[in-house]
């Protein structure tokens, strides 16, 4: 496989690892970037931007990276924090008054950064043309009566996070969430991600290829009326939407955002390191520890593994060891795309791919990647 880009010597061994997802790991395309002291070491791309390898995955070369879209919106709403307009210690009912109906009075904004919230999924279920529709998603959320007591658990708020998130931030700015992202976070820090495409940009919008069938379904024997049924039953998409106009164009911005390594590592590097990178200071040193304030930890309702959440990322743990330092927040987004925020060692990286495997946060070819970084490091 012939491998494009630029990796700085001492992390010759990611860029082994990078080829070795080619040859034994199943990638068809896929990028990877990373920064140390807010600058890139590692900026690699390979591969096919389709199932039939007609289209080579050029340098900017974009795909659906699923839920590490959520990282985009975590990081808007820590800018607005650090700004003094959002406050996650405060009722949703200040800033969406709607939100407060059925029993959802006393939910804060910070039940939304950790999953706490109870809303995890659509009620009733949103046809691909109602998700694409902001008003009527977020009718349906503020509609609804808790799945359990905000605050008390956290169960992964799969598409609906974004919804939420991005309406108290359309509160607060006027902005839609796509558009804020766009003014706030990636114009400034030149981040080619988008949370709605431009039918302009889709030339370059490679396929998403989904992860061979699993024996038995997506949920084996599961309880159709148990909640991670439910969560991820509340959609009905069909098995291409992602790949679809109306899913590009739309704001999702849990899951829908569209980027490469490179662009996910530019919206987020300035967490790395105390608010400041590219010639931009985003945020403040304190505003970039407040993720690090736990919100949840213990066994996820949906995901069924133990998860510990901070502002919204995630504590690395045994079960999903991202990072050796504790500090090495992260997200993935369905099928393997990752990203990692190291504030010990002002490192932060990220894989993005477009074959998807069989997996919820991260898969063995970003493990491999991120341990071979850490290694070099």
């Known amino acids: 496989m012939e491998i494009h880009g630029f990796c700085d010597g001492k992390f010759s061994r990611v860029r082994e690892e990078f080829e070795r997802n080619f040859d034994e790991r199943g990638d068809v395309g896929a990028s990877f970037a990373a920064t140390v002291n807010g600058e890139f ?11 039939a390898r007609t289209r080579p995955w050029n340098e900017d ?8 879209t959520k990282t985009m919106t975590f990081i ?3 800018v607005l924090a650090d700004r003094g307009e959002l406050d996650f210690n405060a009722p949703v009912s200040r800033y969406w008054p709607e939100y407060a109906a059925n029993g959802k009075e006393k939910t804060e904004v910070r039940h939304f950064m950790s999953h706490s919230a109870g ?45 939420l998130i991005g309406e108290v931030i359309r509160r607060i700015t006027g902005k839609t969430m796509g ?33 061979p069938p699993v024996e038995g379904g997506a949920f084996g024997n599961m309880d159709p009326d148990s909640i991670t049924a439910r969560v991820f039953a509340s959609t009905d998409l069909g098995n291409d939407a992602v790949n679809s106009p109306g899913w590009r164009q739309a704001e999702i911005p849990a899951a829908n955002g569209h980027g490469n390594a490179r662009s996910v590592v530019r919206a987020q590097t300035p967490l790395a390191n105390n608010g400041s990178a590219f010639g931009v200071d985003l945020l403040s040193a304190a505003g ?5 304030e736990e919100q949840t930890n213990g066994t996820d309702a949906v995901l069924m593994m133990p998860i510990r959440f901070g502002m919204g990322y995630a504590f690395p743990n045994p079960l999903m060891p991202m990072s050796p330092s504790e500090t090495g927040m992260f997200w993935g987004g369905a099928g393997g795309s990752t ?23 991260g ?8 341990k071979a970084f850490y290694e070099s490091l």
């Open 179 to 211: 558009t804020f992202f766009a003014d706030e976070i990636a114009g400034p820090l030149d981040a080619d991600f988008h949370i709605g495409v431009s039918p302009s940009d889709f030339p370059r919008v490679a396929q998403m290829i989904p992860a």
């Open 119 to 163: 809303v995890p999924g659509f009620a009733p279920v949103l046809s691909a043309a109602e998700l694409y529709d902001w008003a009527g998603a977020i009718e349906n959320l503020a509609a609804q009566k808790p799945w359990w007591e905000p605050g008390t658990q956290s169960g992964y708020h799969a598409i609906t996070q974004g919804f």
């Open 76 to 78: 808007s709403a820590l």
């Open 288 to 292: 970039c520890k407040t993720m690090l």
């Open 339 to 361: 990203i990692i925020i190291d504030q010990q060692n002002k490192a932060c990286f990220s894989y993005v791919m477009n074959q998807m495997a069989a997996a919820i946060v």
């Open 61 to 68: 070369t974009i795909v659906n990276v699923y839920s590490t």
């Open 363 to 370: 898969d063995v070819r970003g493990g491999a990647l991120g």
């Open 41 to 51: 070491v590692i900026d690699l791309w390979a591969g096919h931007a389709d199932a």
